[in-house]
Structures are given as C-alpha cells and as structure tokens.
C-alpha cells in the first residue's frame, strides 16, 4: 500500500517529467518493491527500491548527479522520492523514444518484446483494476 508522502513524490514525479500518475502507480503495484529492497536478477544486475530500478542505471545517474555510483546506488535503492523520480524519468526517456505510452511502459521492463509485452500487460491491468484510467480497453 503507497503512503501518503510516497503518494506525494510520485505526483511530483509524474509532473516534473510529464508522464502519467497512473502509469507510474500501475507500475509501482507490479514492481511491489519497498525502499531498501535489493533483489539480484538472472544477469547479476539488481532491482532497487520500490519501483525496482535496475542498476544498469546507476552509472549515468551517478554521472548526471556528480556523485559516485555508490552514492547514487544508495539514494535510488534508500530514498522513495529519489527512487520514483527515477523512474518518472526513465519512462519519460521511453516517451520521447516511442511516443507511445504502452510502449514506453513494455521498455521500462524490457526491450525484448516478450519480456515487455507481458510487463505492460499487467501494469495496464493494475490501472484499470485500481480505476486508475477511464477509457474501455
């Protein structure tokens, strides 16, 4: 369940980078992390924090921030509001990219579409179970 202050960086979020509240609260529900959370994937990469931002990440923030990787690993993995500015980020880069919001949602998980296909699937599905948008499928 998001809390209030979570709740309040995530609309920050979607505001500062243009992207839909919706599509990042359908995401947060399928990601299912928490702040702290560090879980290791198949090829050695991890997913941090409650929206489960991958480390592949990690050296351009560091980069774009001026900070180590391990400082920016910590805040991404440590810091809800850091964490889901991240990924109102990442899916606002996708945006740009496809200029297609279901497409952006599938690359968030994957560009491998049978791996994104399905991801975005269930993020959409969480957006219409929670009401979260008004259109018939």
């Given at each position: 369940m998001m809390n209030e202050a979570f709740a309040a960086c995530l609309l920050l979020a979607a505001q500062n980078y243009a992207v839909p509240p919706a599509a990042l609260?359908?995401?947060?529900?399928?990601?299912?992390?928490?702040?702290?959370?560090?879980?290791?994937?198949?090829?050695?990469?991890y997913d941090l924090g409650p929206m489960q931002i991958n480390t592949i990440w990690i050296p351009?923030?560091?980069?774009?921030?001026?900070?180590?990787?391990?400082?920016?690993?910590?805040?991404?993995?440590?810091?809800?509001?850091?964490?889901?500015?991240?990924s109102a980020w990442i899916l606002r880069g996708h945006l740009n990219e496809t200029h297609n919001l279901k497409e952006a949602i599938a690359h968030y998980h994957s560009r491998t579409p049978?791996?994104?296909n399905t991801y975005k699937k269930k993020v959409i599905n969480v957006m219409y179970k929670n009401s979260l948008v008004k259109n018939k499928r």
């Amino acid at each position: 369940m998001m809390n209030e202050a979570f709740a309040a960086c995530l609309l920050l979020a979607a505001q500062n980078y243009a992207v839909p509240p919706a599509a990042l609260v359908g995401i947060y529900h399928v990601e299912g992390g928490k702040v702290g959370q560090q879980v290791r994937n198949k090829n050695g990469s991890y997913d941090l924090g409650p929206m489960q931002i991958n480390t592949i990440w990690i050296p351009e923030l560091a980069k774009k921030w001026g900070v180590s990787e391990a400082h920016a690993k910590k805040w991404v993995r440590d810091d809800a509001c850091t964490n889901v500015g991240v990924s109102a980020w990442i899916l606002r880069g996708h945006l740009n990219e496809t200029h297609n919001l279901k497409e952006a949602i599938a690359h968030y998980h994957s560009r491998t579409p049978k791996y994104g296909n399905t991801y975005k699937k269930k993020v959409i599905n969480v957006m219409y179970k929670n009401s979260l948008v008004k259109n018939k499928r």
